[in-house]
Structures are given as C-alpha cells and as structure tokens.
C-alpha cells in the first residue's frame, strides 16, 4: 500500500515540476528565437559555399543541450505504448533539445552573417537496457558559420 | 587553423590534400554530479553538468584533431563531422573528424 501511495507522490509532483519546466523553457526559446531572427541565417543543405564579397572569418560553430524528460513522462508513455500511438509527452522532450541546440549554436555565432550545412547530432545517453529509465538526450548542432567584412 | 564543415574554404583554393585526421574523447563528471544529474532526472528539464560534460568533451575532441593536422603539415581542415555516443551512463563519447588541407588566399 505505501508503496503504491509513494509512487502516485512522486508521479504527481514530476507532473507539476515537468509542466512547469517545460512551459518556461518553451517561452524562453520562442523569446529568443524570435530575438534571433535573420541573424545569422542559417542553412542547412550548402555543401559548397562560394562569394565575391570579402571573407573576415569562418569558424566551426556548435551548441549543446543535454535534456531529460521526467518520471511522470516517462510513466504517460509506457502506458501510450501499450495501445501505440503518438508519445507526445517524448516529442516535446526532444524538440525542446533541437530548438535549444540550435539557439545555442546561433547565440555563439551572433556577429556571422551565415551559419552553412547546419548537422543536428543526437545521442541517448542514459542506461537504457535498465527498466524504468528516465529518457536523456544529448544534442550537439554545428555548422560553419561565415563572416563577411 | 580554419575548421570548415563544408567542401571548400570560401576566398581560398585548396592547394594539398594531406587525408584524415581525427580526433575522439570520452569523459565523465565525477560521482556527486552524476547523483545531482540522476535527481534532475526524475524532474525533468536540463541536465547542465551534462552539458558542460558534452561541451568539453567537444572542445577537446576538435583541439585533438587540429594537432593531429598541425602536425601532418596542414593548415586547414575541411568537411568536419561530430559524432556522439554512448558507452555508459554518465559518460559521454564525441569523435570529429575531417580531412586536412593546405589552402592558400585566393588571388
């Protein structure tokens, strides 16, 4: 009985801290992607990149984010996969990371006028051959960013 | 040095070829971020230690690769991949790779 009773705690309480992450971490990536908009552009497919202008610099840019999902997500899609489905409380988890990624490679490309053949790497780093593990996703964006005199 | 994850360098021609060179690292935190990182975990939201972790792990992997090609004589690396993967929990695996050139200003 106890330990039904701790389960359902720690379900409510990962319920309330997940919502309230994400929901602020949602509002401070569309705030600062809307900061960032036009500046540098980005590209994701050039392979070759040719210019009459002058060049000042070109860097390798990246960013990266590690995110977790929390108990409660975790709990939501064992029981979605049981009938199938979308997991929609995991897709949030990993867009949140790719739009962090990005915004983070961007930030530290902030004078570039480009940032060309943009790669979005991501890898599970969690023990998942264990039960009941917690999701975690590392994500590295990087691309070459060009500055023009 | 230029690190370039596209074919060419813009403004300059590519005057030798000197082939791969790579660079890989693996890195952990130590035990008491790793718990904090398991805490965090059950939360949710963003795991910093471990970002930190990836963004050295990244630093390093590309600084060993620009020796590498220092030393074969290049002065430029092209076409750059990093690559990510996990060998145990709490660690974390960045391998870049490229192939080192000798390019020269164009004009």
């Known amino acids: ?149 | 040095m230029i690190i370039t994850n596209i074919e060419n360098i813009p403004g300059m021609t590519i005057v030798a070829q000197y082939g791969l060179v790579t660079g890989s690292t693996v890195r952990a935190k130590n035990a008491i971020k790793d718990f904090g990182a398991g805490l965090k975990n059950i939360i949710g939201g963003e795991l910093k230690s471990y970002t930190e972790l990836l963004t050295e792990a990244r630093k390093e992997a590309v600084e060993r690769m620009k020796m590498q090609a220092k030393a074969m004589g290049a002065n430029a690396v092209i076409n750059v991949r990093l690559a990510t993967s996990s060998i145990t929990a709490g660690a974390a695996e960045v391998y870049a790779y490229g192939t080192a050139v000798k390019a020269e200003p164009r004009g």
């Open chain 1, 1 to 149: 009985m106890s330990e039904i009773l701790l389960l359902l705690t720690v379900i409510v309480i990962t319920y309330i801290t997940g919502t309230v992450i994400e929901k602020n971490h949602y509002k401070s990536i569309i705030k600062r992607e809307v900061a960032l908009v036009k500046k540098p552009i980005i590209n994701a497919g050039a392979k070759t990149w040719n210019s009459k202008k002058k060049i000042k610099k070109i860097e390798l840019v990246s960013g990266e984010v590690v995110i977790s999902g929390d108990y409660f997500k975790n709990f939501a899609a064992t029981l979605k996969s049981f009938f199938g489905g979308r997991l929609t409380s995991f897709e949030s988890v990993l867009d949140r990371g790719r739009r962090e990624a990005v915004i983070r490679m961007r930030e530290s490309a902030k004078g570039a006028n480009f940032i060309i053949n943009t790669k979005i790497e991501s890898v599970m780093i969690n023990n998942y051959y264990s039960n009941n593990s917690v999701p975690q996703c590392a994500i590295i964006a990087y691309g070459t960013a060009i500055t023009y005199e």
